[in-house]
């Protein structure tokens, strides 16, 4: 009975993939948001973060029929996020003459980001601030410790799940997340 | 709630609402943005194309080279057949006619 029930359910499992791979506007419309976030909180730029979420999609796109449903679609989708951004940090730094500054004029980041009327001004200035704080510290961590970071803290996602995003053992992951709460925290701090 | 915590959760808020709001592009206009541009393709295939020059230049020196060389020494191996034929000579040609006798 048990197998007859695995199987059922992964063929199940296949169709609902294969449903989900074929209307693939719906793919981008469901995982946007999350793989729009995730890169801008990495990249911090508005247009390179479109550019490659965009990426993102096609490459998904161009790849959809290796995709054979190991992992969930979000962490395949993630995957390629990662690994698109951590080229764009390899070609910045061979493309010296082209860099921008990645860092964004000072509240220009986090302009308009918070409802307007839940909380009075001067809230709004701290909370501001204090979201600016988080966010040059974090891109001051090296590569895998700022994936690692945004990972857990932005995508909420466990040890497990990052492991299988980054390809790093659930030891690593917890050694990176542990030395960047530690860099973050220490550089908060220190900007209040 | 400590400062850090608190700036971590507004942090992770902000990045949600940008996610929200940020414009969700079709596949159509994903696939249509990463079509290379007829300029970028010409471009490529000038380069490729002046990459392959340069590269054929020191293939073709080469070659010519080799050529040289072979010819060189066929010509040194005929001429010392010719020389090895007149050394292995038992007289000389003008005393060949007496030596028949």
Redesign the interface.
């Known amino acids: 009975m048990q197998p007859l029930a695995t199987s059922r359910l992964f063929a199940v499992e296949t169709q609902v993939r294969e449903l989900a791979l074929a209307d693939f506007d719906a793919v981008i419309r469901l995982y946007w948001p999350r793989i729009f976030r995730f890169v801008l909180a990495s990249v911090r730029d508005h247009d390179v973060a479109q550019t490659l979420a965009q990426d993102c999609f096609f490459k998904a796109h161009q790849n959809r029929a290796r995709f054979r449903g190991e992992a969930s679609l979000q962490t395949w989708l993630m995957q390629i996020a990662v690994n698109l951004v951590r080229d764009h940090a390899r070609n910045r730094r061979f493309q010296f003459w082209k860099r921008v500054p990645s860092e964004p004029a000072e509240g220009e980041g986090v302009r308009n980001w918070l409802a307007d009327g839940e909380i009075n001004p001067e809230q709004k200035v701290l909370v501001k601030e204090r979201v600016a704080a988080v966010w040059s510290a974090t891109a001051q961590l090296p590569e895998r410790q700022r994936t690692v970071f945004l990972l857990r803290f932005v995508e909420d996602m466990d040890l497990l799940e990052i492991a299988a995003v980054t390809g790093l053992k659930e030891g690593s992951v917890k050694v990176h997340l542990f030395r960047a709460v530690r860099r973050v925290r220490a550089k908060v701090g220190r900007s209040k | 709630m400590s400062?850090?915590r608190?700036?971590?959760a507004?942090?992770?808020a902000?990045?949600?609402?940008?996610?929200?709001r940020?414009r969700?592009?079709?596949?159509q206009?994903?696939?249509e943005?990463?079509q290379p541009a007829p300029v970028l393709q010409f471009r490529w295939a000038v380069a490729a194309m002046v990459a392959l020059t340069l590269g054929a230049v020191p293939v073709y020196r080469d070659t010519q080279q080799r050529q040289r060389e072979a010819d060189q020494e066929r010509a040194d191996v005929l001429l010392m057949d010719k020389v090895n034929a007149a050394l292995s000579r038992p007289v000389p040609r003008a005393l060949a006619a007496l030596m028949g006798n």
């Open positions: 400062e850090f608190k700036g971590l507004e942090f992770r902000a990045m949600h609402e940008e996610g929200e940020s969700v592009p079709s596949l206009e994903i696939l943005r990463r």
